[in-house]
């Protein structure tokens, strides 16, 4: 008897802090192209052993591979975490030294954690569903948002930082990291949604009513109106605007926002340039009936928030960020509690349109039930 892919998955990643134990007491493979080399022999030996435990199946997802290798680099992420932050130790040490220093910062110790725990969970789940037949595609576009969010900061800010100036062939990792969730982004929104079918008077009916009709929709309006400027806000102290309120803003609330590792100050410009935009249109989609996209784009932006946040409160209160540096602690409340209305909004969202999507839906002919299903 076989056992299920998800667990021969978790059993295959539990090997990550071996190998990586391993090389940190081989002297010969602690230089910085051996390290890079070591990584995608590594990477390599892991895609040939799920070919071998998928061999038997007719038909694969593709993203099946993406997903397990992932659970793989997820483990040696939370092994990293667990080292600087001091829970384990011997396994790390090499490779912050030739590989990649900028994951000694606090931004990309939970980053690890996130990766760790979160994506790990994520991936253990789709592939349980995948293997059993049924839909991930939720949570995929919850992973895609979280995961591309992840690198459009993570990759600049070591580039921009003061970490920019060491930067060891190894960092060349990344890559496929950047550009895989991309297509697995593209996968996922191409493919059916599946939604429960609603009556079209139901639909109709929700549709009449305006924005001041929906109580919860007209909060949620509001909490994006602010979500907006508090991006614009945090863009401008990030680019040294002269006005006096952001100059107390960076001193006196967030100081976080001018440490010199550059990812703080990377996020705030992605927030400016790509979560402005799609707040705005989140606004629309509220206030215009049959906009269907927002059932994907909410969950996508959600996981996008949610995991660019959880790095930045988290790296703002660590011990690893400087003391200046960090949230001050008579001003600690303020700044959290902003922090995580901001998180809390998109995700508010995406739940309002996942639980209630009639509003958004298109109408279906009469005499359909909401027990019945179809694919948009």
């Excluded at 690890?112 to 995929?140: D, N, P, Q």
């Excluded at 062939?169 to 593209?186: K, Q």
């Amino acid at each position: 008897m076989r056992p299920p892919v998800e667990v021969c998955v978790f059993l295959l990643s539990l090997l990550a802090p071996g190998v990586l134990y391993t090389m940190n007491n081989i002297p010969a493979l602690q230089e910085p192209l051996p390290i890079l080399g070591m990584g995608m022999v590594v990477l390599g030996s892991v895609l040939l052993l799920l070919l071998l435990t998928v061999r038997h199946k007719k038909s694969v997802d593709p993203l099946f591979y993406v997903f397990a290798e992932f659970s793989f680099t997820c483990l040696v992420g939370l092994t990293n975490a667990l080292e600087q932050d001091g829970f384990i130790s011997g396994f790390m040490g090499f490779y912050l030294r030739m590989g990649e220093p900028h994951l000694s910062s606090a931004h990309s110790v939970m980053m690890c954690y996130w990766e760790g725990l979160v994506h790990f969970v994520l991936f253990l789940t789709i592939i349980h569903r995948m293997a059993r037949g049924k839909s991930y595609r939720i949570l995929g576009l919850l992973w895609a948002g979280s995961s591309i969010a992840q690198q459009l900061v993570f990759i600049p800010g070591v580039v921009i930082g003061k970490y920019g100036s060491n930067i060891r062939p190894a960092f060349w990792r990344n890559t496929p990291f950047l550009l895989l969730p991309f297509w697995a982004a593209s996968l996922l929104f191409s493919r059916p949604r599946e939604t429960p079918v609603i009556t079209a008077d139901k639909v109709a009916a929700e549709q009449k009513r305006g924005l001041l009709s929906r109580p919860a929709d007209l909060l949620l309006s509001v909490l994006l109106l602010g979500a907006m400027a508090f991006s614009i806000f945090r863009g401008f102290v990030v680019l040294d605007c002269p006005l006096d309120i952001c100059f107390n803003y960076i001193y006196q609330y967030e100081p976080y926002l001018k440490d010199p590792v550059g990812f703080p100050r990377v996020m705030m410009l992605v927030y400016l340039f790509y979560a402005l935009p799609f707040l705005a249109v989140f606004i629309y989609g509220l206030r215009t009936p049959g906009c269907s996209w927002m059932l994907d784009w909410t969950l996508f932006f959600a996981g996008a928030i949610a995991q660019t946040q959880w790095c930045h409160i988290g790296a703002s209160l660590h011990s690893r960020t400087p003391f200046t540096y960090r949230t001050p602690a008579d001003k600690w409340w303020p700044v959290i509690i902003l922090n995580v209305l901001y998180v809390a909004t998109p995700v508010l969202l995406a739940l309002r349109c996942y639980t209630n999507p009639a509003y958004f839906m298109k109408p279906v002919p009469k005499g359909q039930t909401n027990n019945e299903k179809k694919k948009n």
